[in-house]
């Protein structure tokens, strides 16, 4: 029988096989304009719907009892499944993918009550198979990694995102970008949560903070970041309501987590309010 480790990597190899393959050809052509407008500054592309498909039909063939959310599809199969979900973003840093930008992955998380079991973010560019299951370990390519050893929020590089879907939040988000520059090493915005998040979770970044983003941006990269050793939590601090979730902050550590979480602190009253709290 497969394991749930090698289903996993089968299911985003898989779908960073199609995504590779579009993305190369995507050089020949430009492609934007085979792109649909989800909502404002929201994009999906053939590429997101073709890979969505592509996992979510093997995870049927293989696990018909279990739930699944995907991004582009929506939730489908058994609600009663509280044990058995399956959390999919088929490209996650699509705007990326359709300017020609090699910063994308596939996101897979497969959840029970208690949140991420076992998770992958892919890069099929660089190949790069970001692997973690929980209580066990965090794998590169199937080596062992941890996060970084940076003790401080002052010596640390940080990615970070705008909400950049909703406007209204902009003023307050630049603050707190501003007020973060100053305390730290350098920020980076790639423009891919769940490689972002994978980074912090290797080491190469030291911690990630953004608010807007969804449960399938950050559900894998989460765990990763966890059995890496760090600290993944939203903007208050808080591990729970994963299907809720719309911020996120992660860290290398408590210590630096903790710094961050403080220099987001002005952003937590949007949690309770619309965009990202329903009205
Ligand atoms: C987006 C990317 C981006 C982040 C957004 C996400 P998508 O995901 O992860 O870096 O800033 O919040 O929605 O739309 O490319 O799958
Ligand atoms: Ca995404």
Redesign the pocket.
Known sequence: MTSLRSFIVELATAGGQIARDLFIKRADHDVRHEVRVKADRDYVSHADGLVEDTIIRRIRAAHPSHQILG?ESGTSGHSANQDALWII?P????TNFIHGIAQFAI?IAFCDAQGPVIAVVYDPIADEMFLAERDQGLWLNDVPRRTSGCTSLRDALVANAMPFRSPAVHDDALTVFSAVQRACDDQRRAG???LDLAYVAVGRLDAYYEIG??P??TAAGELLVRCGGGVATDYRGGTGELLRRRSIVAAANAGVHGELLAQVAPLVPWLARAPFAPV
């Open positions: 991004e973003d490209i996650d840093g699509t996101s891919a949560a769940s983003i969804h399938w941006d």
